[in-house]
């Protein structure tokens, strides 16, 4: 009886999968036959993605405001170079499954002690946390290669077969599509689970959540570790893609970067990374060939209109202006 | 009113045994005492009132009994359990539940969600990360039957921003109601609502089930004299008296020290 309610037929259809999302994986099919020469950028827009589901899962879902989501993406990437520059590990899958594996253990010990706080406390600890790996990395030179990072990492070709070509980045694209798409696959069953409808219950009201005997530390760790493991894999990938491994990949650039392609996108909806990631790094570069001095200002302008008067970003947007329902959530 | 009867063999005081308890509970906040020496006993079943005037400790000792603040010194029992030391979620799991003076909605949710994520923690569900949240039946018809049981369910699918204030009062207590407490903590049920509406939160707290014990703290005298069948009053952190609703009123110590004051403003 109480079944057939209207709300509740919402609340049972809401994790169906609609006919619309399918459209993010066949452009990117499309995009791998119509441009196989940008297929490096194709790949570097897939791997941001990942990158960015995985801080809207911890971001936009659970609420937990960082700063240092790049501490997971550089902790995934260093565990794919040195294990390959040091003749451990070659293999990618497997690689790629230690760098989850590695990021999950970063973002579970940091999480205990971190996720105590919140608010502006948590943001500047999750900062901290990168800049203290970001350091390390720089001093641990003999493994890391220090400020000059590593670079022609000997990968194994995919399932024995398929060789990692920096020139034509074939195998590459499709690698990070595919991961992309179970990792994505996994959030989405994520999110609409009662764990994830936890999550957003802390989100929107952590008291609350206490005082409906929810142990919230634990949900927020758990939601961080699987978060901090899908970004180390999104940094395994770009480093087997790249063969190289920097600085960069623990920088506060990149930990910025994707802040602000979820803010652009839209943060606790699923395919707002997707959105996000397209748009910024197209703006990038486009920005950049007209303006190559002062395209970053371009960005700015547009953050700061994104920020003022859409502060669920593009997707947002996209929500108001359709027939009222909860989009993409 | 009348007492269950009694199983056969059990010894007579066992009715006499309070469900929730506290032995000189005490809370300091450096130099203000917010609590002091507070004994308290809440029957199964009843209807206890806590009034006292503004700054009296009335949501300090809310605060105490949930878990939220640990008291400087004194005891709580529940069940005759010492749970001084146990902690709010675990409280929660053990019966005790309460609402807010100011709501504490999942704003951005729909009210089934609301009252969902309740229903979901008590019955062990919301942990589980595989099978969708809405295909958890059992979940949902009994959100679903509670909003009804409340008169929520045509606002079942509304966000609570989209809400009025007074519909928003009645899923705070749909949240408590989803934990299915033995000991229900209502602060200032009615506070906030227009006073056009508030007969729609006085009914709710009415039509409680009798089996849970609640202890309600309000301003609104008529809610209180209606509602309770014992009345404490707290006086800067400790009881200042307790009897039932006729003693109270016949009062004059508390007349000076509350009602007067409430009738003059």
Redesign the interface.
């Known amino acids: 009886m109480t079944g057939a309610h209207p709300a509740a037929l919402a609340l049972a259809r809401r994790h169906r999968l609609r006919p619309w999302e399918a459209l993010p994986w066949l452009l990117a099919l499309g995009w791998f036959f119509a441009f196989p020469r940008h297929l490096g950028f194709g790949t570097e827009v897939l791997i941001t993605i990942l990158f960015a589901v995985s801080l809207d899962l911890a971001l936009g879902y659970a609420g937990i405001v960082t700063l240092g989501h790049a501490a997971f993406f550089g902790a995934g990437a260093y565990t794919v170079g040195m294990l390959a520059k040091h003749g451990i590990w070659h293999e990618p899958l497997t690689g790629l499954a230690l760098a989850g594996a590695v990021a999950a253990a970063v973002g579970f010990g940091s999480g205990l002690v971190l996720l105590r706080t919140r608010g502006l406390t948590l943001l500047m600890l999750t900062l901290c946390t990168m800049a203290l790996l970001e350091e390390a990395a720089n001093l641990a030179h003999a493994w890391t290669g220090g400020f000059d990072g590593l670079d022609s990492l000997p990968i194994a070709p995919l399932l024995g077969r398929f060789e990692f070509n920096p020139l034509i980045p074939r195998t590459q694209y499709l690698y990070a599509l595919a991961v992309l798409f179970l990792c994505f696959a996994f959030v989405r069953t994520l999110v609409y689970s009662p764990f994830g409808q936890s999550l957003t219950g802390i989100r929107e009201n952590a008291p609350r959540m206490h005082a409906v005997g929810a142990p919230v530390p634990r949900r927020l760790v758990v939601c961080y570790t699987l978060s901090a493991a899908i970004a180390g894999i999104a940094g395994g990938i770009w480093a087997q893609a790249n063969a190289y491994v920097n600085l960069g990949t623990l920088g506060l650039d990149r930990a910025a970067t994707v802040l602000i392609i979820l803010a652009l996108g839209g943060h606790g909806r699923l395919y707002g990374p997707f959105v996000g990631a397209v748009a910024y790094m197209a703006l990038a570069h486009y920005l950049s060939k007209i303006y190559p001095t002062a395209w970053q200002l371009g960005l700015g302008l547009l953050l700061v209109v994104i920020a003022l008067f859409a502060k669920n970003g593009i997707l947002g947007i996209a929500a108001a202006l359709g027939p009222r329902r909860r989009a993409g959530a | 009113m009348s007492a269950p009867p009694l199983e056969a063999g059990a010894p007579p005081t066992k009715t006499a045994a309070p469900l929730l308890e506290t032995r000189a509970l005490s809370r300091s906040f450096g130099a203000l005492t917010a609590a002091r020496d507070v004994d308290f006993r809440l029957e199964p079943g009843a209807r206890h009132a806590l009034i006292g005037p503004n700054g009296a400790g009335k949501t300090t000792f809310v605060n105490l009994l949930?878990g939220?603040l640990a008291p400087s010194s004194g005891a709580i029992l529940l069940k005759g359990r010492d749970i001084t030391r146990v902690a709010?979620?675990?409280r929660?799991?053990l019966g005790i539940?309460?609402t807010?003076q100011i709501n504490?909605?999942?704003?951005?949710?729909?009210?089934?969600?609301n009252v969902?994520?309740?229903v979901?923690?008590?019955t062990g569900?919301?942990?589980?990360?595989?099978?969708?949240?809405?295909?958890?039946?059992p979940?949902?018809?009994e959100a679903?039957?509670l909003l009804?049981s409340l008169k929520l369910?045509s606002d079942?699918?509304r966000r609570i921003a989209e809400l009025p204030y007074g519909r928003q009062r009645l899923v705070e207590l749909a949240?408590a109601l989803?934990?299915r407490p033995e000991v229900l903590l209502l602060d200032e049920p009615a506070a906030g609502v227009p006073s056009a509406e508030s007969h729609i939160i006085l009914d709710a707290v009415a039509a409680l089930p009798a089996d849970i014990a609640v202890l309600i703290i309000d301003h609104d005298m008529d809610l209180i004299f209606r509602f309770a069948r014992r009345i404490t009053v707290l006086v800067s952190g400790a009881v200042f008296a307790s009897g039932t609703p006729a003693e109270i009123g016949a009062n004059a110590a508390v007349r000076a020290v509350y009602l007067g004051q409430a009738s003059h403003g």
């Open positions: 949930t939220v709010q979620a675990e929660v799991k539940a309460r807010f504490r909605l999942f704003r951005g949710l729909t009210v089934l969600e969902y994520i309740a979901a923690e008590r569900v919301a942990p589980s990360k595989w099978r969708p949240a809405g295909l958890r039946r979940v949902v018809d679903m039957a009804e369910a079942a699918a949240i989803g934990l």
